[in-house]
């Protein structure tokens, strides 16, 4: 029997000790294996705003190739109202760990922002061109502010959905969609994982503004919540995050969304509840920082 073999075997047993519990694993262009995550609707979660998230089973450990990062493939359950998903990137090996359901896709509203800062970016560079300040003020304050107006005059001096289109292209994104309202893109969990991975390696923003991206994503000043909450603020400081979150009338929900990159990890939460139940984007917020402290090693 092979290593790999014996690998899977283990988990397979590791599984069956947990009542069907077990961690998730999954490899790039695969699906983790069906065990169900439908969140319930929770009492308590609802009268607070902040979802509740059941004690991680004992027992469930993390391959030993994922040991020594912050983050690993543990057991994640959260009651809520709604629905959430996640997945998380081991950036030394391109593998992606997540719920069952982290190839479901929805709108990013905000979060895409940083693809399109990225883009720009990286556009002006490839041109042999250094971007004026009152752009690399735009830039900024689409990351940081999460500024809608940046993002819209960015997102046509990079061709609308053809920058998307090419986001999909560059980062080798499987789920997602481009549409001409940026706010509509659609990603998956999985995708935004992939995305953070894209504009971790440089790809996105290229080698010149990659670390400017990064700064900016690290150092945000509106929609500071979420996956990073779940860490101490000396670990928090170094992890880049892009977030959004809106009101769907049209479905009359809420959507909140969390991107984060930390050291040698991506990490992608999409959530979704009833807009008549929700107290904003704090119910959202708390599920990606529950999704995330579940993850911590």
Not at 32 to 37: E, G, Q
Not at 183 to 191: E, G, I, K, P, R
Not at 227 to 232: C, Q, S
């Amino acid at each position: 029997m092979s290593k790999a073999s014996c690998w899977l075997l283990a988990f397979a047993v590791a599984a069956i000790l947990l009542g069907g519990a077990a961690v998730y694993a999954a490899f790039p262009h695969s699906t983790p294996s069906p065990t169900s995550h439908e969140p319930t609707g929770s009492p308590s979660a609802e009268a607070t705003g902040e979802p509740s998230a059941d004690p991680a089973p004992t027992g469930a450990t993390v391959p030993a190739n994922m040991s020594d990062l912050l983050v690993g493939p543990h057991t994640v359950k959260v009651k809520m109202t709604g629905k959430y998903s996640w997945a998380l990137m081991d950036l030394r090996t391109g593998k992606i760990y997540g719920s069952d359901n982290m190839h479901d896709t929805q709108k990013t509203a905000s979060m895409i922002k940083a693809w399109i800062a990225a883009d720009y970016l990286r556009r002006q560079a490839e041109n042999g061109k250094t971007p004026s300040s009152t752009y690399l003020d735009l830039a900024a304050k689409a990351v940081q502010r999460s500024d809608n107006n940046a993002a819209s005059t960015l997102f046509s001096a990079v061709g609308n959905s053809a920058s998307t289109k090419r986001m999909i292209s560059m980062c080798k994104l499987e789920d997602s969609k481009s549409d001409d309202n940026w706010s509509n893109t659609l990603l998956s969990a999985y995708d935004t994982a992939k995305l953070g991975a894209c504009i971790s390696s440089g790809t996105a923003a290229g080698e010149k503004w990659t670390p400017w991206l990064l700064t900016k994503m690290r150092t945000t000043i509106l929609g500071t919540w979420g996956i990073k909450k779940a860490f101490t603020d000396d670990i928090a400081k170094n992890i880049a995050i892009k977030n959004g979150w809106v009101d769907r009338q049209a479905t009359q929900t809420y959507t909140v969304n969390c991107l984060a990159i930390g050291d040698k990890w991506s990490m992608g939460v999409m959530t979704s509840y009833p807009l008549s139940f929700s107290n904003g984007e704090a119910y959202g917020a708390g599920i990606c920082k529950q999704v995330a402290a579940a993850l911590k090693n």
